[in-house]
């Protein structure tokens, strides 16, 4: 199993900017699906986006084009780059990885708290 850890978040002021890291241990990163999913107070975990062994990326209509996912093989990071923030960013943003093969996620971060005030 490969071990997550995000990093990063913070209280940011609308069309602010901020840079979430994914660290994993035990496996390496690019071995997996990589995704970040969010949950705000009182509403249902929300998938982000996700990049691919092979580095293809996909997101979620509400944050294309604002979010871009990317990945250090080096560094065995994924990033979570978030531009022109709103406060309907505000949550708990997770990493999450699985094998390509798999239907579910099953290993996750702890997770990193995002504010962004009006």
């Known amino acids: 199993q490969v071990q997550l850890v995000e990093s990063g978040g913070g209280l940011v002021q609308a069309g602010g900017s901020l840079r979430l890291s994914c660290a994993a241990s035990?496996?390496?990163?690019?071995?997996?699906?990589t995704a970040w999913f969010r949950q705000a107070p009182g509403k249902e975990r929300e998938f982000v986006g996700r990049?691919?062994?092979?580095?293809?990326?996909y997101y979620a209509d509400s944050v294309k084009g604002r979010f871009t996912i990317s990945r250090d093989n080096a560094k065995n990071t994924v990033y979570l780059q978030m531009n022109s923030l709103k406060p309907e960013d505000t949550a708990v943003y997770y990493c999450?990885?699985?094998?390509?093969?798999?239907?579910?996620?099953?290993?996750w971060g702890q997770g990193t708290q995002v504010t962004v005030s009006s």
């Open positions: 999450a990885a699985k094998i390509e093969s798999a239907s579910v996620y099953d290993n």
């Open positions: 035990r496996r390496t990163i690019n071995s997996y699906t």
């Open positions: 990049i691919s062994r092979i580095g293809n990326t």
